[in-house]
């Protein structure tokens, strides 16, 4: 039975680190995310383990265009929630960050304040590091944080595409963060997000402009929101000066109403569907590799892509049928 | 065989559609254009037929960080292009667009210099208008113009993420632009974008830092550039003032150079490649959809589902066991 043994070595090795992780080991922490975030042999097996033990925390979404002040806002909102005494990871998604090596500097400059904080864990992510995709690799690392005990998790994304929106559906509770003066800053916020915040944050309110960018999202919400889930829970506007700590009190406050309000049916309901989306991106991702692997050993796909090279068959056209003929047993 | 009827219909104004692309119809390549980037239920059809008809225009992808003056510089090129004589299909890709808006801008500032042109085609692309992805269905996009005739496809992107990435393998030649104090300007396009570039273009070139930022980029083409692509053809770094059109020339006949230089044997492999990519991923799509519609319709995911939420199960081995359990026949 030796040919057993080097499963059974991964096996302990990643039970080992899951039962550090959820006993609160630090070390143990940071690297269980940085296997998970580099699709590490171990990550799908780390992940299992680990996820038994989640559920616990809120997680929250901090979304919003560059330049509204987002970095600021969770620190401001960090240092709030430790003072209620609960634990908080960050997770800090930078898709841009291959260009601008932004998420290295923004760790530095949030690690001053919170440095020797056992309660605050941050971490940075790149999308160059998560080639099954940012979103997946998102949820698994916002897990582990869960397991190992955080009462809070934050993400904080840039808001400036699809994979952003992508990733603040992760969130129990997702704010979104303007500013006044950003050209016309409701308008900036409009598409995708409007829908799914469940808060809104002027930040720099002491600019000029931040009354009628507050009433500009209001009138927006009355004219726009009359979706189910507005029913229950109308988004509070809250105009915050992050960098001086106004208004982060009123945040973590509608934050944590947002969360009871919703709880047991809501949030439970929005969590489901939230794992279906997952277990269908998963199953969808695994047949997608399956299939192509298999066609790809037996020659088939080389054939398939010369016709499709000689224009003798479209590319959809030849998914089609490789669908067809590989699937007519399901 | 009255049942046949609508599918008929679909097919004959369909292929009407096609032909009148092919003849060089505007009116109708706006519509097809159109049809393709909502998905409407012609849109596949639309592609398949349009299909055959391609592999003439020379694809140039331009793309690199805000600010460094891609417009103005695919506007001047564009103008360098019309020259020769040759048409011109532009499409504008910009993801960030449901919070900027800043496409339709784009879109009216180029017009203005190319109106009444018949041989320019102008296109710009919101992420927010396709659901299916923004990479598939600009390629299905471009297709459309290469169709329809245009001897040159310019793809524009923002480059700050991994959908303008995966947006720029379209291309034949792609084009990486920067400016000089852009912070460290050849850091802002270091990783992803350098491996994947065939011409540098350091535009604003009149301003201060000019002449470091081309050395900069050398020396990184120098030291990091040995892969297999470079050997043929080492990416030429071109300093542009776009605005008053100095150097698009050269810009111009850099990319003639890299289409000749690259023809046959090279440019088939590359096109190939990103064939069999496009296949591989609609495939996937495909198959994800067919089993996540068939495990709905039978009530599968939703146990699956509830077992996962209950914490008795994880997503991705949920994924795995119905992925075992339905393609055990593949």
Same mark, same amino acid.
């Given at each position: ?76 909102? #960090? ?21 601008t ?7 530095r ?12 864990f ?20 916002i ?13 904080? #994304? ?129 047949v ?11 020659? #088939?796909?080389?054939?398939i ?18 669908i ?7």
């Open positions: 039975m030796t040919a057993g043994k080097p499963p059974h070595g991964r096996e302990a090795r990643v039970s080992e680190l899951a039962r550090k992780v959820i006993a609160h080991d630090w070390r143990a922490l940071a690297k269980a995310i940085t296997k998970i975030e580099n699709e590490d042999t171990d990550a799908s097996a780390l992940a299992a383990s680990l996820y038994p033990h989640t559920g616990h925390a809120h997680i929250i979404g901090v979304t919003g265009p560059p330049g509204s002040g987002k970095s600021t806002l969770v620190d401001a909102l #960090t240092a709030v929630i430790r003072k209620d005494g609960l634990s908080v990871g960050i997770v800090a998604v930078d898709p841009s960050s291959p260009f090596g932004g998420a290295v500097l923004g760790d400059v949030r690690m001053q304040r919170h440095a020797g904080d056992t309660g605050v941050i971490r940075s992510m790149a999308a160059r590091h998560t080639p099954g995709g940012l979103a997946p690799t998102t949820r698994d690392v897990r582990a944080l869960d397991a190992f005990g955080c009462d809070v998790v934050i993400v904080e #994304t840039v808001g400036v595409g699809q994979v952003e929106l992508e990733v603040m559906k992760v969130a129990d509770t997702i704010v979104v963060v303007t500013v006044p003066g950003l050209g016309d800053s409701v308008q900036t916020i409009k598409a995708g997000l409007l829908e799914i915040a469940d808060c809104f944050v002027v930040n720099m309110a002491d600019r000029p402009g931040s009354a009628l960018t507050v009433a500009d999202l209001r009138a927006m919400l009355t004219f726009g929101g009359a979706e189910e889930r507005r029913r229950r829970w109308v988004p509070p506007i809250i105009e915050t000066i992050a960098i001086s700590g106004v208004g982060i009190d009123q945040l973590w406050d509608a934050c944590q109403r947002h969360r009871q309000v919703l709880d047991a049916d809501e949030l439970m309901g929005r969590a489901r569907d939230r794992l279906r989306d997952e277990v269908i991106e998963a199953v969808t991702r695994g997608g590799a399956y299939v192509t692997e298999a066609l790809s050993r037996n020659g #088939t796909m080389d054939s892509v010369a016709a499709v090279a000689r224009r003798e068959l479209d590319p959809k056209t030849a998914a089609r049928q490789i067809e003929k590989h699937l007519k047993t399901l």
